[in-house]
């Protein structure tokens, strides 16, 4: 969603120290990419087209593997990289990848920032050159902040790179919003929120048949096509005769193979993580409760339903997902 930067105060030199670049705990592998959840609330000067999200995928794993990256840091991308990112022919990357530094160079988003009551503007890459077939980009210091900073205080979503940029136009953010609460498995979402997440305005496609078909049905059949997960939806009217909210019901592919599962199921062992270390955390915060059931779920049902994936091999998950929260359990925490 396209906003208006007047008036608006840019980032500045004092501003760095509020956002300290410090190091991840976890890094992960090298095919996700993990951005801060802040990533997906950021206002844009312009709206931003597929290729400049698809970029950004793809310099985000660079980013949170890098050594202690500031400003001054280049990260490189080729034609060759380019086209194997997006599926172009490597005779036509060039002139593409071309257009789309010079679109990322000249791109400014607006964050808020709640300490100053304010919001502020900033740019996401600082410098950009050529030479030998290769392209540098260096980030602004807030872009690197969204990008490799990961904690308690700031939330983040990882997804695979290869799945996000298979996909175009809104199914770029409703692929990372799916992956985010795919641990919850069957949940409900309110159509304002879920406009929101997909950076619609509140008043777009005022009746859900529209926005089923215009935005939902095309975009999760991608989904469901091209992805890891496998998403059904459907309308639910909690507030009077219209639509209100989304549910939706989302799993992962069953891709492991028994190798992994094993591998799984041995680190589980090794690590002695219980189902209970795992269901006490949850139930015991607030916050954690509300964000781990699914749509009508008691905390009995929370319960069972932790014990029955740690049963099936499948708990990494949830330890996974806490982890995101800052949650990592020892084996001094066993109860």
Not at 154 to 171: D, E, I, P, Q, R
Not at 298 to 309: A, G
Request: aromatic content about 12%.
């Amino acid at each position: 969603m396209a906003v208006s930067l007047k008036k608006i105060k840019n980032f500045e030199e004092h501003d760095k120290s509020l956002f300290p670049l410090s190091a991840p705990a976890k890094r992960y592998p090298k095919d996700y990419a993990v951005f801060q959840n802040i990533f997906w609330q950021l206002k844009h000067e312009k709206s931003p087209k597929d290729d400049i999200l698809k970029l950004l995928f793809f310099f985000s794993p660079k980013v949170r593997l890098a050594s202690d990256p500031n400003e001054t840091t280049e990260f490189t991308v080729t034609a060759k990289e380019y086209a194997e990112l997006t599926g172009l022919k490597p005779s036509s990357a060039y002139v593409a990848l071309n257009r789309v530094v010079d679109a990322l160079y000249d791109h400014s988003v607006v964050f808020y920032h709640p300490g100053k009551d304010r919001d502020i503007r900033t740019r996401l890459i600082s410098t950009c050159s050529y030479k030998d077939g290769c392209f540098y980009i260096s980030f602004t210091h807030f872009a690197l902040y969204i990008m490799y900073v990961f904690n308690k205080q700031n939330s983040y979503t990882k997804f695979k790179v290869k799945s996000a940029v298979a996909l175009h136009g809104h199914g770029l953010k409703l692929y990372p919003f799916l992956v985010q609460n795919e641990f919850r498995s069957n949940f409900d979402v309110s159509i304002k929120e879920l406009k929101s997440a997909l950076g619609l305005a509140e008043n777009s496609y005022p009746e859900y048949r529209d926005f089923k078909s215009t935005i939902l049905k095309p975009h999760i059949d991608d989904i469901n096509s091209k992805t890891e997960l496998t998403i059904e939806f459907k309308a639910v009217k909690k507030e009077g005769r219209k639509a209100s909210h989304v549910n939706f019901i989302v799993r992962k592919k069953k891709t492991i193979g028994a190798n992994q599962q094993s591998e799984t199921g041995s680190n589980q062992e090794q690590n002695k993580i219980t189902a209970k270390m795992v269901y006490l955390t949850i139930i015991q915060s607030e916050e954690l409760s509300l964000r781990f059931k699914e749509s009508g779920e008691t905390t009995d049902e929370l319960v069972e339903r932790i014990k029955i994936d740690f049963k099936n091999n499948e708990g990494n998950r949830w330890i996974e997902k806490l982890a995101e929260f800052n949650i990592d359990f020892t084996i001094e925490q066993k109860v």
